[in-house]
């Protein structure tokens, strides 16, 4: 137990997914896998232990924002022993040929500032995700018959943004989607050794204004998790 997550040792698997919304988390256990136990609900953030295809996951949430995830993602390393860390969650479409629904799987993410930004001081730090896992989650998004994205995305540290002169030269430099979360967990993963992805829905577009519906949203999800599903446990 530490202080924000009360599973017990060795109910958190090497293996996490780690939607931003607890009740996503929840209704990704109870939809992906096997005897999926509730392991914590402190403050609300709910985490699951399954199986799946006789695989140990954990699938947790992060919060929104990098903050949150820092707290999260450091004590599931530290703390439970995970390895392989991959976010799956929303973001916002920054290019003409990406899509609403389109799937964004993140090579790198930039980032203006993150909770770990203290550490490098002057230096420009460049998280990127684990090809390995990249290369199965391109892969596992072909055999389901989808043409992914992959490239850079962006994580902001704030929501509601007011710098349209910053997502302008974000698109000028070919950056796919924005998030709140990706810099970080990438960054904590090259700290700790880990392997770290995030595979993403596009849900709306800043660039043309569309939105997907709630309900789509959650068919897409589950897109997601199969995909990160898939990835974590594909063979090298």
């Known amino acids: 137990m530490t202080v924000h997550i009360g599973a017990a040792p060795g109910e958190i698997a090497e293996t ?48 929104m924002g990098m903050p949150s995830l820092s707290i999260y993602v450091n004590e599931l390393i530290k703390d439970y022993g995970a390895k392989t860390l991959i976010r799956i969650g929303s973001c916002g479409g920054m290019q003409q040929a990406v899509k609403v629904r389109d799937i964004i799987i993140a090579m790198t993410a930039s980032t203006v500032s993150t909770p770990s930004r203290g550490i490098f001081r002057e230096l420009n730090f460049a998280p990127s995700a684990d090809w390995s896992l990249l290369r199965a989650a391109v892969r596992a998004a072909e055999g ?59 849900s709306d577009h800043l660039l043309t204004g569309e939105a997907l519906p709630s309900e789509d949203r959650e068919r897409t999800f589950g897109d997601m998790v199969e995909i990160a599903l898939e990835a974590a446990f594909a063979e090298s």
């Open 16 to 63: 996490v997914l780690m939607p931003g919304d607890p009740y996503r988390a929840k209704w990704a256990a109870e939809t992906f896998l096997e005897d999926a136990k509730l392991v914590n609900e402190v403050r609300g953030m709910l985490g699951f232990t399954g199986t799946w295809k006789g695989n140990k996951v954990t699938i947790h949430g992060s919060g």
């Open 144 to 202: 389901k018959g989808a043409t992914p994205h992959v490239g850079g995305i962006y994580s902001s540290d704030v929501f509601y943004d007011e710098r349209p002169d910053l997502n302008e030269q974000m698109t000028r430099h070919g950056i796919l989607g924005v998030e709140m979360e990706a810099a970080e967990l990438y960054t904590l993963a090259a700290r700790y050794g880990c392997r770290a992805l995030a595979v993403l829905t596009v």
